[in-house]
């Protein structure tokens, strides 16, 4: 076996290793988040593996993106529930963790929209006051027309 041979299959030896080793991390992790989400919410009922700082978690009917956060020395686990979109129905990740019953139960109380629907909701013009004041405006024009003035 030539350099160029020996170089070659050393290196598919290294990246099936880095992939093994990129694997068994993702489970490690997709157990540890499955662990801690039982201790917060109770049971899980599938926990599937994304990578060695996702994993997806579903119970009882709910989906969580569980992720790795690091603070300084510190390791966390925030869970993202996935929800439908109160416009479009499309069910996306929602951007903030819950990390007790009281956030998902706000979470899916509330009115949530997705990132695309959030970028065509035109921004809101006036306030009811607002509104108010223009109708007032207008009734104080009609009253100085027909006074003459």
Known sequence: MNLREKAIKAAKEYKERKEKEKREAAKQFAERAKKEFEETFGEA???KPIS??????IADG???????KRVEY???I?????IECSHCG???TYQYPCNNLVDVGMTLT????CDACREDIPPATKSSAEHVLDLLAEILEIVKYERGE
């Open 45 to 47: 009922l599938d926990v």
């Open 52 to 57: 060695e700082s996702q994993a997806k978690i």
């Open 62 to 68: 709910l989906t969580f993106i569980a992720r790795k």
């Open 74 to 76: 510190a390791e966390y």
């Open 78 to 82: 925030n869970f993202y529930p996935q």
């Open 90 to 92: 499309k069910l996306f």
């Open 110 to 113: 509330k009115e949530v929209v």
